[in-house]
């Protein structure tokens, strides 16, 4: 399924705004994305699982927090972090 | 050379021959929060830096070529996926290199008052159980309760030269801590420490010490400046003695670094703040002085000459720090990201750096 990566996740990714992952839920989305680009999953997800604060999952145009959901290959599937402060 | 580390990224300042002129390089993680900056002094080359990456979490870079490039931690410090408490660590703030005869061994502290250690120069890193998890944890570090403004922390990681096993932590707020097996197990060292914020102000554990500095040429003495005044110790007695008497009394023995001359076990430095009212943290009267002790702290002098004779920045507790010539320089970060310098010892002092984003901490370095 296409993945986007917001801006501060591309240095992990060699920059692409857009890649391909695997896994039927969000959390097998990212522990591939973590095989493909180490360290990416611990800046989304802390140790405890759970999404930081401020970073945001849509699958398609519905915005989850629990990393059980199924995904789909057809799914697209955006990573957001939300830029706040200052 | 000088490391900075920045709420908005790192800077390498190099000195000439004679430390008149500064060439920064950086900025380095332009936008990410830099907390601390140091150097292996076991290789003189390796960088590490403590992180936290915006809203991305926290993590330790290293740097293996004197900052030529960089590489992430492969396992940043994190607790168990099992912790019983279920705690994250929000921020790595504190670095310190392990025994000069463990190369390797680094330790971290974070945000939760949490110690962490690397056995493999920074790459991969685990908690430190004995201390993370000992039953008193909870109720030294009061967590989840305990908030001070930038988050609870543990800082000041020391090793006494003399015995890897031997470590001394700072918890902000907590107090001091102290093991000598390695970290296997551990012990509060806060007698004589005032917590005058507290009912009984003279508790076992719960003071606020802000930075602590072991003297390498006489690792029986111990400084700390506190939330409630600048201490000195003696090992092994164990008790904090405050050393403020001759100290203004509009100044106080409120701040938050201090640094120790390299080869005087008998001089320290201070950079006083304003700890009246609701704590605004600034200088005293809003007139920025070092004050220096050349006698452990019995009395202490005024070091303004070159500083402005107003200003409202505030000097953080890593944001201090000594080099090792003859005379001794001394230099501080500001929050609104001036690093200023002294060549003679605190007498003269100049800026070196300006315009820099608010810094947190201020190391030296000298590669080879």
């Known amino acids: 399924m296409k993945v986007r990566i917001p801006s501060p996740l591309r240095s992990y990714t060699e920059q692409k705004a857009w890649v391909d992952g695997d896994g039927g839920t969000v959390d097998e989305l990212l522990r591939d994305l973590d095989r493909q680009f180490p360290g990416m999953r611990f800046r989304v997800v802390d140790e405890q699982g759970r999404l930081r604060t401020h970073m945001k999952i849509w699958i398609n145009q519905d915005a989850v927090r629990d990393l059980s959901t199924s995904v789909a290959p057809s799914d697209e599937i955006t990573i957001m972090q939300a830029l706040s402060g200052g | 050379m000088l490391l900075i580390g920045t709420r908005k990224g790192a800077w390498l300042l190099t000195p000439d021959a004679n430390r008149t002129s500064w060439t920064p390089t950086g900025p380095i993680f332009l936008g990410q929060i830099i907390q601390h900056v140091v150097m292996d002094p076991r290789d003189n080359r390796t960088l590490l830096t403590a992180s936290r990456t915006g809203h991305l979490g926290p993590t330790v870079f290293r740097s293996r070529d004197l900052g030529s490039t960089w590489e992430e931690a492969s396992s940043p410090p994190a607790f168990a996926a099992s912790d019983p408490l279920e705690r994250t660590v929000q921020s790595v703030v504190w670095l310190s290199p392990g025994h000069a005869d463990q190369p390797g061994v680094w330790y971290a502290g974070a945000t939760p008052q949490c110690l962490f250690r690397s056995d493999d120069g920074g790459d991969s890193w685990a908690p430190v159980t004995g201390f993370n998890d000992h039953p008193m944890w909870q109720t030294w570090a009061n967590y989840p309760e305990d908030q001070t403004p930038d988050g609870s922390m543990l800082h000041s990681v020391i090793v006494d030269p003399r015995d890897p096993d031997h470590l001394y932590i700072g918890l902000s707020g907590g107090g001091v801590f102290e093991s000598t097996d ?180 201020v190391e030296y370095a000298a590669p080879e």
């Open chain 2, 182 to 361: 390695g970290g296997k197990d551990w012990a509060p060292l806060n007698a004589g420490s005032v917590a005058d914020f507290f009912p009984d102000p003279n508790p076992e554990f719960g003071q606020d010490p802000h930075t602590m500095r072991l003297h390498p040429l006489r690792p029986d003495r111990l400084y700390q400046q506190n939330h409630c005044g600048i201490y000195r110790m003696e090992r092994p007695e164990g008790r904090w003695e405050r050393i403020v008497d001759n100290m203004p009394r509009y100044v106080g023995d409120i701040g938050f670094p201090i640094e120790l001359h390299p080869r005087d076990p008998d001089t320290a430095w201070v950079f006083p703040m304003d700890g009246t009212d609701v704590w605004p943290r600034t200088s005293p009267d809003g007139k920025p002085a070092v004050f220096v002790t050349h006698d452990a702290g019995s009395s202490w002098i005024r070091q303004d000459k070159g500083l402005p004779s107003t200003a409202w920045y505030t000097v953080k507790r890593q944001a201090m720090t000594t080099d090792v010539h003859d005379p001794v320089g001394v230099y501080f970060g500001t929050t609104s990201g001036e690093v200023w310098a002294s060549t003679d010892e605190g007498e003269s002092w100049r800026p070196i750096v300006e315009h820099l984003p608010e810094i947190y901490s």
